[in-house]
Nanobody
Framework: QVQLVESGGGSVQAGGSLRLSCEVLGWEYVQYMMGWFRQAPGKEREAVAIFDTEGNLSYADSVKGRFTVSQGNAKNSRYLQMNSLKPEDTAKYFC???????????????????WGQGTQVTVSS
């Protein structure tokens, strides 16, 4: 059974940093795509950073230069380092994974079949 375990959310002031962690348990696929998404109240879920095992990685324009994805300690784990946080980054952040890595360029949350429970990030001004 696939399970995504997220951690690292919290509350910070503008300009601060947080690091989110996502570990995928029970994952058997060698090739896959993985992503961080966020959803603020009343807004659609948007892709923050998405990547695949083929070396493709892209960030939303709103976070480029501030957010960075890196490899976690476990094999199927990743970090999302968030620096220079802004109040507009406030949202619930979700980690997602799916074996259909060839769909990565579509940047659609609906292409991801496995999701974490989400972790809240709140940035105050």
């Amino acid at each position: 059974q696939v399970q995504l375990v997220e951690s690292g959310g919290g509350s910070v002031q503008a300009g601060g940093s947080l690091r989110l962690s996502c570990e995928v348990l029970g994952w058997e696929y060698v090739q896959y795509m993985m992503g961080w998404f966020r959803q603020a109240p009343g807004k659609e879920r948007e892709a923050v950073a998405i990547f695949d095992t083929e070396g493709n990685l892209s960030y939303a324009d709103s976070v480029k230069g501030r957010f960075t994805v890196s490899q976690g300690n476990a094999k199927n784990s990743r970090y999302l380092q968030m620096n220079s946080l802004k109040p507009e980054d406030t949202a619930k952040y979700f980690c997602a994974v799916d074996p259909k890595w060839w769909f990565l360029s579509r940047r659609r949350s609906s292409d991801f079949g496995y999701w974490g429970q989400g972790t809240q990030v709140t940035v105050s001004s």
